[in-house]
């Protein structure tokens, strides 16, 4: 399995009186689980793992096998099973989070698990030959380029990967080593290195998405990196 943290915050700064306080999403972190179903390789080797945990969805529980006669139990916001789809983990996870910075406050939805768990699969999916497939990021900013008005706003995309200390930009390799700065009064963390790419439309998105991705393989290989050792970060 592989867990599904999201939160909103308030932006630091803003302080006219109109940000929302009855948020749709409360200040504190969310924590989901997403259990994916075996793989074929899995189910050959008819390895065991539906035996060792066990979700308990209507109770927002997991339960984790240690032998025969014991087990731990887990609590969560959300519990997602196998069967859960790609539309409804977004709309569970992250659409509350996408509502709350239409609203002002800053949001971040993040996946955390071991290689294979599925966390790219969730996030990254672009479900090209199969819309249904459309993971986090595109579902995101498909609501977000909804909202927009083009005359008023605009949408601009970094696409970052972290690896050990360094901050590599994945929309332009060249640049591996970001400097991160920190506004010592307010604490509000910037990357000015970082490029930044005007998005227009949800086209425009998926190209960009995938030009950082050919990047990140291509870094991962030179550097001969394990995936699960870098992070990728999409602002
Ligand atoms: P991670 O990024 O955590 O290392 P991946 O997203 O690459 O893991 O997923 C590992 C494998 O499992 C991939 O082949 C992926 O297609 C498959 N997979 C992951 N989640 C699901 C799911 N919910 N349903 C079907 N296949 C999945
Ligand atoms: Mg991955």
């Known amino acids: 399995g592989q867990q599904l943290s999201a939160g909103s915050s308030k932006p630091r700064r803003s302080s006219n009186g109109s940000a929302r306080q009855d948020s749709a999403v409360s200040g504190r972190v969310r924590v ?4 994916r179903p075996r793989n074929a ?5 008819d390895s065991d793992l539906a035996d060792c945990v066990e979700l ?26 196998e069967s859960a789809s790609q539309k409804r983990v977004y709309e569970i996870v992250a659409k509350p989070v996408v509502e709350s910075v239409l609203d002002g406050y800053n949001g971040t939805v993040m996946a955390y698990g071991q290689t294979g768990t599925g966390k790219t699969y969730t996030l ?16 995101a900013m498909e609501d977000i380029l ?3 008005s083009s005359e008023n706003d605009s949408v601009s995309v970094s696409y970052l990967q972290v690896y050990m ?3 590599q930009d994945l929309l332009n390799p060249a640049n ?25 439309d949800r086209k425009g998105f998926m190209e960009l998405v995938k030009f950082g991705e050919a990047n990140r393989f291509a870094a991962n290989n030179k550097l001969n990196t394990e995936s699960s050792r870098s992070h990728a970060i999409l602002m």
Do not use: C
């Open 32 to 35: 989901a689980v997403r259990l």
């Open 176 to 200: 591996d080593h970001i400097s991160i700065v920190e506004d010592p009064k307010s604490g509000d963390v910037f990357l000015p290195d970082a490029t930044l790419v005007e998005i227009w």
């Open 41 to 45: 390789e899995e189910i050959e080797a």
């Open 124 to 139: 990254g999916r672009l479900g090209e030959d199969d819309a249904s497939d459309r993971g986090i990021m595109l579902r």
């Open 56 to 81: 308990q969805p209507e109770l927002r529980r997991l339960k984790l096998r240690k032998n025969n006669w014991d087990f731990d139990t887990y609590e969560f916001d959300e519990v997602l099973t």
């Open 146 to 148: 909804a909202e927009v």
């Open 165 to 167: 200390e360094t901050i």
